[in-house]
């Protein structure tokens, strides 16, 4: 059981199509219920969105915590995952985008560097491989001159046999992890700035949704009072006449 459950969250992080559905099902359904809430004035469908929106807050929180004091935890998963994203390269199209918009974006090659495409089934480099892309890399790892207006995707073929010094000339051969970091590093105040203009943002959301419940309590409050009183000169008015008659005989 430990290991399916495993297997899925394994799947959920490295299948970005699957992890961007999840997302936004779960986007959608926090944001249904306050609008729908807000809307309709419905305490129930607030207080539920105002509870969805602390536990986001807080595990985004904690994540943050974790990730700081488990830095080196953190940094092994990532490389795992990332590994095996290499592996599945071919096997999934939206996986295979993924890895391609990141070696491109980045100008980076593999996880370490470019041999790590070795542990890819097609790309690896061995006597018994028959895939026509062995001891190659992929074409996102090449790189293209601004002026060429033919692009070879062939650039990448046979790289792996190539040493360093060699290889750098047609590909990335710094790997993507390394490039990841440095990039995170030198854009900490940008990371930190939008991660807590997010959390601020969601604070600013848990006040209005709470605001907008004590409104409703008020307002629910006050028609309720005034629906008492309503009812108690409403009685007055009919106890009184008949006490008056009965004064007057």
């Not at 961007?20 to 309709?40: D, K, P, Q, W």
């Not at 089934?121 to 491989?129: A, E, K, L, R, V």
Request: glycine share 6%.
């Amino acid at each position: 059981k430990v290991a399916k459950e495993k297997d899925v969250v394994d799947t959920l992080a490295v299948d970005p199509a699957l992890l961007l559905i999840v997302v936004g099902s779960l986007t959608f359904l926090v944001t249904f219920l306050g609008c729908f809430g807000a809307l309709r004035n419905s305490t129930c469908l607030l207080k539920m969105f105002l509870v969805i929106l602390l536990v986001v807050f807080l595990l985004q929180v904690a994540a943050g915590v974790v990730g700081y004091v488990f830095t080196d935890m953190v940094m092994d998963r990532t490389e795992k995952l990332m590994r095996e994203a290499v592996y599945r390269y071919r096997e999934d199209q939206d996986l295979e985008n993924a890895i391609d918009f990141i070696q491109k974006k980045f100008q980076c090659c593999g996880i370490e560097s470019y041999k790590d495409w070795s542990h890819n089934i097609y790309f690896q480099c061995s006597d018994t491989n028959p895939s026509l892309e062995a001891c190659g890399v992929p074409f996102s790892c090449c790189i293209h001159m601004r002026n060429q207006t033919v692009l070879n995707t062939m650039c990448g073929y046979g790289m792996q046999q190539r040493e360093k010094d060699a290889a750098r000339k047609s590909i990335f051969t710094i790997g993507c992890f390394d490039k990841i970091i440095w990039w995170a590093k030198n854009n900490l105040l940008l990371v930190a700035g939008l991660t807590a203009g997010l959390l601020l943002l969601e604070v600013c959301m848990m006040t209005l949704a709470g605001a907008q419940i004590s409104w409703i309590k008020n307002v629910e409050r006050r028609e309720k009072e005034k629906e008492t009183r309503s009812k108690s000169e409403l009685r007055e008015r009919r106890w009184f006449p008949a006490f008056a008659d009965f004064n007057d005989e």
